[in-house]
């Protein structure tokens, strides 16, 4: 079994479409990734740990508790796909990915071409950088079964 920890862009549903072609495939993969409910990640901390007055200490108090979870994510996983989205600067995929990287980790990095550039250094760390979820997804299927 290979365990994959899916980071990365929240907005779509990427991970379901890898998870899905893996699934159809019957491809031996266990998935894990954040909390991808935007308002539970956020919410976290004062739900647990009470109040805040400030947003500063509510976004400090759910950080904390979101990276007990990433950590624990990527330490027990095999190789990282992390996707970055058109939108959003996916600032914690980027910390992901370097987190993955000091652990030698393998990475499969997607993005579109327009952001080669500012992830560059991420791309440098990954095993793959792929375009697009089918790609990734291939890179899974060759990895287990040595096919095309």
């Known amino acids: 079994m290979l365990n994959v920890y899916l980071s990365g862009e929240i907005h779509s549903d990427w991970r379901e479409e890898i998870i899905q072609l893996c699934y159809k495939e019957k491809l031996d993969v266990k998935f894990s990734s954040p909390v991808t409910d935007h308002e539970s990640s956020d919410n976290c901390g004062i739900e647990i740990l009470g109040p805040e007055e400030k947003n500063y200490w509510k976004d400090n108090k759910a950080a904390k508790i979101n990276s007990i979870r990433t950590k624990k994510s ?3 996983c095999d190789l990282v796909i992390v996707k970055f989205g058109e939108k959003y600067k996916q600032w914690n995929a980027a910390f992901d990915t370097g987190y993955a ?11 579109s071409d327009e952001h080669q550039h500012p992830l560059k250094e991420v791309d ?20 287990l079964d040595g096919s095309l």
């Open 74 to 76: 990527i330490e027990d």
């Open 101 to 111: 990287s000091a652990l030698n980790k393998s990475i499969i990095v997607i993005h």
């Open 124 to 143: 440098a760390s990954a095993s793959a950088v792929a375009k697009d979820q089918k790609q990734a997804f291939r890179i899974l299927k060759y990895i």
